[in-house]
T-cell receptor, first 108, second 113 residues
Framework: AQKITQTQPGMFVQEKEAVTLDCTYDTSDPSYGLFWYKQPSSGEMIFLIYQGSYDQQNATEGRYSLNFQKARKSANLVISASQLGDSAMYFCVDQFYFGTGTSLTVIP | ETGVTQSPTHLIKTRGQQVTLRCSSQSGHNTVSWYQQALGQGPQFIFQYYREEENGRGNFPPRFSGLQFPNYSSELNVNALELDDSALYLC????????????FGSGTQLSVL
């Protein structure tokens, strides 16, 4: 059964601004990990960031960071200083299952 | 370090036929996962293979089957093709079965006519 929920089918952000993409998850496994992947229109799947359930701090990778709230079962992706090349589909993923994705468009 | 490679890149079949898709995992990776991505949708998990054994399966019928070989390369077989099987099939490898990022191939675009 689908365990990942992304409620934003499409998002727009102005270039150089920050944007938050939402993800909630449902698992009874005490040890889990959550991933975010980016899929540009070219189709390749690009790993962005990972958060483990036991990690004490929110994950950060360059302009990408995770707002991880265990009690709310949310793992929102924050992209700072958006660039035109950030326009793509973004997927939140647990071990096997992808969310439905959010299409992000960066406006010049 | 060789990445994940999939073949063929494109394939056209007719309804009722059988198809085999191939995937070579990244060097050092013993786990391969297969996904089906219909146009405009997120990838759907088909199954995962770990050291030649199926390690998990999504909600796909038995006509979707797989193999993993001693060199950890993998095949996805689909029998009795249906029109709805038209999709991008993605293969991903990882060094372990859990909590490891997936390294994806470029996919095989299957069209069923």
């Amino acid at each position: 059964a689908q365990k990942i929920t992304q409620t934003q089918p499409g998002m727009f952000v102005q270039e150089k601004e920050a944007v938050t993409l939402d993800c909630t998850y449902d698992t009874s496994d005490p040890s889990y990990g959550l991933f975010w992947y980016k899929q540009p229109s070219s189709g390749e799947m690009i790993f962005l960031i990972y958060q483990g359930s036991y990690d004490q701090q929110n994950a950060t990778e360059g302009r990408y960071s995770l707002n991880f709230q265990k009690a709310r079962k949310s793992a929102n992706l924050v992209i700072s200083a958006s660039q035109l090349g950030d326009s793509a589909m973004y997927f939140c993923v647990d071990q096997f299952y992808f969310g439905t994705g959010t299409s992000l468009t960066v406006i010049p | 370090e060789t990445g994940v490679t999939q073949s063929p890149t494109h394939l056209i079949k007719t309804r009722g036929q059988q198809v085999t898709l191939r995937c070579s995992s990244q060097s050092g990776h013993n786990t391969v996962s297969w996904y089906q991505q219909a146009l405009g949708q997120g990838p759907q998990f088909i199954f995962q293979y770990y050291r030649e054994e199926e390690n998990g399966r999504g909600n796909f019928p038995p006509r979707f089957s797989g193999l993993q070989f001693p060199n950890y390369s993998s095949e996805l077989n689909v029998n009795a093709l249906e029109l709805d099987d038209s999709a991008l099939y993605l293969c991903a490898s990882s060094p372990r079965t859990e909590n490891e990022k997936l390294f994806f191939g470029s996919g095989t675009q299957l069209s069923v006519l």
